[in-house]
């Protein structure tokens, strides 16, 4: 006859086998996952981030960019490549845009600030966790 420390030994393998059979289906099954992306923005029309080059990950943050949220099995494979051009969520499931505001800052990162004679401008809100 098993132990209660035996009971409890197959209980929480059982419990880690199920654990990790769930997140593998919704992962790598379902793909349930929320992916964040960047795409080009335009300062002209768009509230755009932009990084320093000390702060950008990549490169095409030192140019206004926009964050993207999307659920990963309705995203367009542009996004992953980072070749998405004029990039919107119309007809996308479960997408968000994410444009520059004081809520939205990451360490790094300040927003573009539009219309200013044409050319986009740096408007110094920088936040620096």
């Known amino acids: 006859m098993l132990s209660k420390s035996g009971i409890f030994s197959y209980f929480f393998v059982g419990l ?17 996952i929320v992916l964040s992306a960047y795409t080009s923005c335009d300062p002209i029309r768009e509230k ?3 990084a320093s080059k ?12 926009k964050k993207i949220e ?6 367009p494979i542009c996004l992953e490549e980072h ?11 479960s997408c968000n845009i994410m444009y520059c505001s004081e809520d939205t800052l ?24």
């Open 106 to 129: 990451e360490k790094g990162e300040s927003c573009v600030n539009d219309f200013v004679s044409g050319t986009s401008e740096s408007t110094g809100m920088v936040h620096d966790q």
């Open 70 to 75: 999307v659920t990963d099995r309705f995203a």
């Open 83 to 93: 070749t998405c051009e004029n990039f919107s969520c119309d007809n996308i499931e």
């Open 16 to 32: 880690i086998i199920l654990t990790v059979s769930v997140r593998f289906y919704e992962y790598f099954i379902e793909k349930n």
């Open 48 to 50: 755009c981030f932009i």
């Open 54 to 65: 000390e702060d950008a990950y990549y490169d095409f943050q030192t140019e206004p960019y």
